[in-house]
């Protein structure tokens, strides 16, 4: 049986290693370097070749490299009769929460104004704090440790999902209550799953719901945004500005309005990023339940796309 390591554009190295650092002698094929492929049970995907999986006639199980399967999902070979699992880390927890908590902070204490003024020369002592009411939109493992936090340091936050939540310990809207939830927000955080559903959610018909000048916080992914339509909104000023690590192409082109826009902050989609050596053992757990036919850690619901 043998594991098949498909991350076009990434050095596989850091996870053959981890990998074969808990099981020495498993069967490792690397991208574009496999020359057996009848003999893939299992592949390790992350931004694969669309189609490419046909490739391997007796395919049993497919993972994420991530916590996301929307690069999965959205391949139309990818057959429904094929399990799909992901990475549950509790680092990548840690590290989305740490940025997310950073990004309010930011904006709650308006260090890109004073970075800005101190490039001017400017001394601006008014109105040191905005008064933040944070809403996360996706409140699963990501969100709601992020609600968490932000409640931890004292912060007002609600949350936002598509799904009934019972006992939810703040205060939630779904779907249908979309207006109520964003008029009671200034700083709106997208941690929502990219599915048909979610996709292009964070657009001008949105926007214009929000508070007037609400901060914008991306984390999710790219394609969550239609990205003229955010520049529209800071222009009309629906929003006051955005901070976002992921884009609807990566890396982000250099001709892309993004850059010039002195009223949103970038990060080339590092905001949480899986560590080999944290998720290679759960990898070797499922590679050895698959070989047993026991039951696989972390089964992604294809109907929820999560």
């Known amino acids: 049986m043998s594991l098949a390591i498909i991350s076009p554009g990434r050095d596989p190295k850091v996870w053959i290693e981890a990998l074969r650092y ?28 669309p189609g490419y999986l046909k490739t391997f006639p007796n395919l049993k199980l497919i993972s994420s490299l991530g916590a996301g399967v929307d690069h999965i999902l959205s ?26 908590i950073m990004g309010v902070l930011n904006y709650h204490r308006q260090f890109l104004r004073y970075y800005h003024d101190q490039h001017d020369k400017v001394w601006d002592m008014t109105n040191p704090e905005i008064p933040v009411k944070v809403g ?22 609600v949350g ?8 939810f310990p703040y205060p939630y809207f779904q779907k249908d209550q979309l207006e109520e939830f964003l008029s009671q927000v200034n700083v709106l955080v997208c941690l929502l799953p990219l599915t048909p559903e979610t ?24 394609k969550h945004l239609k990205e003229t ?12 500005g955005a901070l976002l690590d992921v884009y609807q192409v990566e890396p982000l082109p250099s001709v892309h309005p993004f850059w010039e826009e002195k009223r949103i902050q970038l990060t080339p989609h590092i905001a949480s990023v899986t560590n080999p050596k944290a998720a290679a053992p759960q990898i070797i757990e499922n590679y050895n339940r698959l070989k047993a036919d026991l039951t696989l850690l972390n089964l992604v619901n294809r109907t929820r796309g999560y």
């Open 160 to 167: 936002f999902g598509f799904s009934e939540k019972k006992d």
């Open 75 to 100: 391949d139309p070979a990818v057959g429904d009769e094929l399990p799909i699992v992901r990475i549950v880390d509790e680092k990548l927890t840690w590290s989305m929460t740490n940025y997310v």
């Open 22 to 49: 808990h099981q020495p002698d498993i069967d490792l094929q690397v991208y574009p370097e496999i020359d057996r492929p009848e003999a893939v049970e299992m592949a390790l995907l992350w931004q694969h070749p």
């Open 199 to 222: 996709e292009g959610i964070l657009n001008l018909s949105l926007f214009k719901k929000c508070t007037k000048g609400t901060y914008l916080i991306n984390v999710a992914r790219g």
């Open 136 to 157: 996360v939109m996706g409140v699963g493992a990501l969100g709601g440790d992020v609600l968490n936090k932000l409640d931890g340091l004292g912060f007002e936050v």
């Open 229 to 240: 339509d955010l520049l529209m909104a800071l222009n009309e000023g629906m929003l006051s």
